[in-house]
């Protein structure tokens, strides 16, 4: 990768966060519910038989759905600001814009699923909940290092696509909410999939599955960047 891409990439990165930062009441009326959601999903969920794995999606379920929104909001509620036309007007390449926002998108779903994970993990060294005494912390852990986060950069990915593609930013958003329920659905099918047996087996299964969201995440970015162009962005034509 360029350099020049590199740096450029960076510059609307921290764009990104200056804004998001800016809005500082909104951060904890964010958080807060996410916090208490990893503290308490593990009391709810333990007289269940995949109670363990169900408490990961959980905890990776709301932010990916965010992730997923905040890169369909940067990118299609700029377009309708009018200001995505003036960074494009910029010396900044479509290709910096596009990288720099999915980055700060990715960075923050990954923030935000290490505030659910926190509190789990936390209790399972300390206090395991009920149900859950025979769950391994590092076990959890893993899973939503492996599975958890490359699927925040798929739901960023897709919320991307979504947003050069659909010209209005209420739709987009619509659409990405959707795909972010449907990821979500799909997860909790396929903790029943994972199989029965030791902690050994599972992380492997994880690992697989894991692996072969990082393989898509992987495809879909190079693709995105190598298709993106001026117009697709602003919607002024093709």
Known sequence: MRPDLLRDSWVIFVKEWREWGAARAVWPALVAPILAGGAVAPHLLGRFERGPLMV?????GLP?????????????GERERRTLETLLASRLSERAILLGKMSAAVLLGWMLLLAAAAPVILQQWLAP???????NPATLAWGLLVVGAPCV????????LIALYTPGARFALFLTTVFGGVLVLIAFAMV???PDGSDELLVNSLTMVG??????DVTLTALLLIA???????????
């Open 56 to 60: 990961g999606v959980l905890l990776a």
């Open 64 to 76: 990916l759905v965010l992730s997923a929104i905040m890169i369909a909001e940067s990118l299609a």
């Open 129 to 135: 909940a009920a149900g859950f005494e025979q769950l």
């Open 153 to 160: 950069v798929l739901a960023v990915t897709i919320g991307a």
């Open 192 to 194: 029943f999939w994972q």
């Open 211 to 216: 692996l072969a969201v990082l393989t898509l």
């Open 228 to 238: 993106v162009r001026r117009e697709r962005m602003i919607m002024t034509s093709g």
